[in-house]
C-alpha cells in the first residue's frame, strides 16, 4: 500500500504563488508517472501537470508558462510550483503517482489540498 500526502495549499491573491508538494510513502514499490489534477466547484477533475520518472514533463494548456512541475526520485515527491496565479486556478489539488508494486501498476491519489486565489 502506498500513501500520498499533499501539502502547500491556501489562500493567495491573484499574481501570488503557492508551492505545492506531495509526499509518496510505503514500502517495496517504484514510482513511474506522477502529476497534479484539479477540480473545481461543479467541474470534473483535470490533469495540470505531470512528469515522468526521466523527467519529461507535460502541461495543460492554461497553466503552460506560469506552474512547474519537478520531482525528487530519491525521496518519492513531486512539487508543483504555482506562479501568477488566477482566480480561475481555485480548486482542490490532488496529486498522483503510478506506482509498480510486484510487477503491477497502480493509481493512487492524495487526499487534495485546497487553492484558493482571490481577485
Known amino acids: 500500500q502506498v500513501q500520498l500526502v499533499e501539502s502547500g495549499g491556501g489562500l493567495v491573491q491573484a499574481g501570488g504563488s503557492l508551492r505545492l508538494s506531495c509526499a509518496a510513502s510505503?514500502?517495496?514499490?517504484?514510482?513511474?508517472?506522477m502529476g497534479w489534477y484539479r477540480q473545481a466547484p461543479g467541474k470534473q477533475r483535470e490533469l495540470v501537470a505531470a512528469?515522468?520518472?526521466?523527467?519529461?514533463?507535460n502541461y495543460a494548456a492554461s497553466v503552460k508558462g506560469r506552474f512547474t512541475i519537478s520531482r525528487d526520485n530519491a525521496k518519492n515527491m513531486v512539487f508543483l510550483q504555482m506562479n501568477s496565479l488566477r482566480p480561475e486556478d481555485t480548486a482542490v489539488y490532488y496529486c498522483?503517482?503510478?506506482?509498480?508494486?510486484?510487477?503491477?501498476?497502480?493509481?493512487?491519489w492524495g487526499q487534495g489540498t485546497q487553492v484558493t486565489v482571490s481577485s
Open positions: 510505503g514500502s517495496d514499490f517504484s514510482i513511474n508517472a
Open positions: 498522483n503517482a503510478n506506482v509498480l508494486i510486484s510487477s503491477r501498476t497502480y493509481r493512487y
Open positions: 512528469v515522468t520518472s526521466g523527467g519529461g514533463t
